[in-house]
């Protein structure tokens, strides 16, 4: 019975433990980024981003069936926290097994060493299910934690193989785990990456230990990955796309119909070696073709995207319903391509644009070359091997000599040409961002301590790393006995004080001197789950998120070697106190300085059980818009909350949500035509021959004074006419919408030259891409019979100066274009009744908050600012001040944690003659202020240079909070005189 619940009853206690936390805090409804489509994707089983998750979402609409599609939130998110809880109980079954390996290659007595064993194991799992990052991504309908899952189940079976079984035995556990590799890919490609470590451990099962072997088997394993991951797609598709155009155009047969008859072709050829394999007792290559048979066995659940995507699902990104837009889908075509092994630096200039993928379009029963992509062509001594510096941005520019230390002079030849950077540059940039910023403090977060959860660029104050230890932070962020009160209660602020770190290394050692066997497949693992994926991803500055969730196979591998130090300081203060009394004493001592502490220290920023801010969001909007609605949207966290809301909820499904990110692609466009629930299709001008052909064109504008063209005319005939010097197709300046005289827009045309009636406005643009003209479009078709929007958080270069024609109703601005009187004017009634009096979000939110949810809390306060300023120009001065008093009732101290956001507050109480409450805030944000200076005067010299902007912001926001203040004294005192 003891064996049994040993067996058992221990491992099923660690997965009811994690489940239970991770159910405690798990965030009961939509999350920001990624989740909300995912979960509106898994409801009706529709298409993600690429590359896609087809396994996520099958397993997820699994889910939501058990719990109902009114749980569909709580459903997919209880898919992450049981995926979790899983992996938590394979790591502590992976330790366990490599411990019992260690003991029986070694020749050791278990027997009195059962409780060491079990001890250990359970401080590495639980360490690493309180860890930051797990941790975050459990409780969240993210695909990282069922990707984890997987990574945990084939390295267990992998570790397995070097039990004492027939090779028989093995065999199937490498099948096992081959059709696993490829069900795992349809939850994130990155799963891949364990190929290596796994083809090691077989090599290693295979022939004696030995550094010699272990080499083969890496450069054996990492053939395999590159084979899996690019020559296995690549066979398989360029199969396809061969067939399915001599099917299809040639023989006339149905869409597919070459796709399929290559799959048969293929598994027919496998079929065949593998008869021929077992006939001429080659082993070897029976295995090899079983594996890779298996593995594209595990990848078909990929077919139920392009099988979704031909039903036109709701949401369907990339249309993937042919195998050539299907092959774009999981190549990641739309996000374009990064270089990895040859590329040109940021500032290599341009020597010409070429050519370079033909693209195929599905119409009328046949393929037909739809458009052709360009590839540029950058000038000769601009490109190196393993480019690290190649974002054009200008903003990543400056990143790069800032990160690099590359002085600007540098970059410039004494005749003022460009001069590329030097490769040791690259390599500095490499090392001190992507390594060090980009994994590296993401590690440290995981083991060490975080400073706070803060989005940080390299700021000294912002997303650091810190240990606890004030002598040893001291000299990197300064002394933590200084930090101001606001600083120092960060919920993200967490400290472990070294200890998960110093037993990772500890298990590191133990293993290198016990068993150098398993040494390497956990060494490898963690390299290509961490540096690997560095290399991989390679990464440019200034991340719209922070990615640690990314590494989380390497942290789970610190977490075994976490597991095996803990067993390596029980074994040795063993060998001096002989006695179960020290080793409970050791292991309880552990348990607490490492998994417990690390429970208590992110319990505060990890529990989201009482957050909606995100689902909050998307109904405010939702809300505000009128019955039938076109709404456009810009970013992931203004657009998947309310996909998913309308599709997992079934709310507001008449409005129309678009993201004006899809309108340059011709699928994005061709989707709008389509009815979605109770939305209408959306009416355009412009064929769909015309924006899938012109898909990758830039049309110049060019001055038409005289009369305006058309615009639906224009897309529908052809108004693009040629330029008579350069040749090229442009867009006439002046545009007719087609609304009561609204014309669009006026590059550089007076407005002398079109009748007063009409509405005209400019833009600084000089060319329209396909995405501009289909905005165009939208407007032009269908403003006078639906209401347009655009949600606040769109920036006003995007809608090519359309918000000129709009009118500000608190979080939405409603499109005017045939109104001149409306446009620019705010409607404040409506803008009270949205932001403040019937804003879900406002007054709903509680609990912690993180950094991308403070990001819409400011949105709001900056909105409410603005809506308190409109009001008092209306000389609404009751209604500005009940909007104020919202504010700072809603959000609380959040009216402090920004600069500007807290002057806006001070100076607008004082505009409405409020002094109690200015004087208030004045006095809770000046000494706010006066903490930030005081610490940031103990800093050292060198420290005080990098935090010259903070220092320079705290300063003039406390000099600006004053001067308002007096000013407004000096004011009354003024007024007083003037009385007496």
Known sequence: MVNLFRRWGIASLVFALSLILYFLSLEPTVSFWDCGEFIGVASGLQVSHPPGAPMHTLLGRIFIIVFGNKSAALAVNMLSAVASALTILLLYLTIKKVLTLIFSSNGWEKRNWVLAIEGASLIGAFTFAVSDSFWYSSVEAEVYALSSLFTALMFYLSVSLFDDISAVSRGKRVYLISLLLGISVGVHQLNLLLIPPVVLVIWLTVYRFSMKNVIKGLVLGLSIFLFAYALIPYIIFSSAKLFELLFVNRLGLFKWSGALFSIVLLFTLFAAVIFYAKRTAKPLLEMWITTSMLFIIGLSCYLVVPIRASHNVPLNTGKPDNIFSFWGYVQRDQYGSTPLVYGSYFNAPVAKVVSNNVHYSYTNGRYVESYTDGKVVYETGFSTVFPRMYSRSPEHGNAYSSWASIPKASLVHDDGTPKPPTFGQNLQFFFNYQIGHMYLRYFMWNFVGRQNDIQGHGDLFRGGWITGFNWLDASRVGDSHLLPQHFFENRGRNVYFLVPLLLGIAGLIFLSLFSPRLLWPTVSLFILTGVAIVVFLNQAPYQPRERDYAFLGSFYVWSIWIGLGVFYLVRTIGTYFNSRFWTWLVLAFLFLAAPIKMLSENWDDHNRSN???????????????????????????????????????????????????????????????????????????????????????????????????????????????????????????????????????????????CSSNYAIWSTNKTQLRIGDLSLLDIVASNASSRPIYFASTVPNAITLGLVAMSSWEGNLLRLNPSDVTLQGKPNLSLAITNLVDSSVLAKSHSGYLDDANRRFVRNYLRLYTELADSLIKANRISDALHVLDRGRMYFGDYCYEWNDIALSFISLYYSVGHQASASIMVDFFTVRKFQELEYYKSLSASMRTLARFDIERSTNAMEDAISLQQDFERSINAKLTLKK
């Open 611 to 753: 957050r909606y801010i995100a689902r909050n969001l998307a109904v405010d909007y939702l809300r505000s818009c009128a019955p039938n609605a076109i709404l456009f949207t810009y970013g992931d966290n203004d657009t998947f909350p309310l996909w998913y809301l309308q599709e997992a909820e079934g709310f507001r499904t008449d409005v129309r949500v678009v993201n004006i990110n899809y309108l340059g692609t011709g699928w994005g466009i061709n989707q709008l035509r389509l009815a979605q629930h109770s939305s209408e299709p959306i009416t355009l001008a412009g064929s769909d021959d015309f924006y899938t052909r012109n898909q990758t064109k830039a049309f110049p504008l060019v001055v038409t004074p005289s009369s305006p063209k058309s615009l639906g005319i224009g897309l529908n005939n052809g108004f693009f006419q040629k330029n008579k010097n350069s040749g090229m197709e442009v867009v006439p300046s002046v545009l007719s919408l087609g609304l009561n005289g609204a014309y669009l827009p006026s590059f550089g045309v007076n407005s002398d030259s």
